[in-house]
T-cell receptor
Framework: KAGVTQTPRYLIKTRGQQVTLSCSPI?????VSWYQQTPGQGLQFLFE???????NKGNFPGRFSGRQFSNSRSEMNVSTLELGDSALYLC????????????FGQGTRLTVV | DAKTTQPPSMDCAEGRAANLPCNHS???????VYWYRQIHSQGPQYIIH???NNETNEMASLIITEDRKSSTLILPHATLRDTAVYYC?????????????FGQGTILTVHP
């Protein structure tokens, strides 16, 4: 079966702009989580959605937001981009939430200039 | 979720078993031990998880001590493709809502 698909794979944006990243989970998976990975901070949890509801949120400013659609596809948005937002953004899907394995996409590499 | 401690790096010869330790001395009764790995420039990959009993799948074996304070991930016949960062994560069942807390992990380098 198809894996987790993230688009686009690479993105370059200018400071102050906003960006929307997309994640299509594995068919049948209803939980989608987002992570940010940077060399300095490692992998950090952003938020998790299940059945279109955000159920968990990490310690990120309000500029980072997300949503999930009825088909479980998810988007995350970052507004007023800062240089420090340059990172690899990873999406993971799972059947439920805790206690099941998460499948990660290849990520979107965002560069803010 | 309980904090986990792993050595920053390990080496292994190709074809030999790679034994990656993880300390989770404050783990609670409802927390599972999960292992993921991340090969350079790819998303993390699930390997195995367990609660109390030892587990084995096609990728690896997980040995959890009786007191559950530590565990060891075993790759029985390491290959060059197993070179990656390995993460040990303690995760409570039913309440973590998708949140995996990744530490620094162990960089495993498999040598020819």
């Amino acid at each position: 079966k198809a894996g987790v698909t993230q688009t686009p794979r690479y993105l370059i944006k200018t400071r102050g702009q906003q960006v929307t990243l997309s994640c299509s989970p594995i068919s049948g998976h209803r939980s989608v989580s987002w992570y940010q990975q940077t060399p300095g901070q490692g992998l950090q949890f952003l938020f998790e959605y299940f059945s279109e509801t955000q159920r968990n949120k990490g310690n990120f400013p309000g500029r980072f937001s997300g949503r999930q659609f009825s088909n479980s596809r998810s988007e995350m948005n970052v507004s007023t981009l800062e240089l420090g937002d340059s990172a690899l953004y990873l999406c993971a899907s799972s059947l439920a939430a805790a206690g099941t394995e998460a499948f990660f996409g290849q990520g979107t590499r965002l560069t803010v200039v | 979720d309980a904090k986990t401690t792993q050595p920053p790096s390990m080496d292994c010869a190709e074809g030999r078993a790679a034994n990656l330790p993880c300390n989770h001395s404050t783990i609670s009764g409802n927390e599972y031990v999960y292992w993921y790995r991340q090969i350079h420039s790819q998303g993390p990959q699930y390997i195995i998880h367990g609660l109390k009993n030892n587990e084995t799948n096609e990728m690896a074996s997980l040995i959890i001590t009786e007191d559950r304070k530590s565990s060891t991930l075993i790759l029985p016949h390491a290959t060059l493709r197993d070179t990656a960062v390995y993460y040990c994560i303690a995760l409570a069942g039913g309440t973590s809502y998708g949140k995996l807390t990744f530490g620094q992990g162990t960089i495993l380098t498999v040598h020819p």
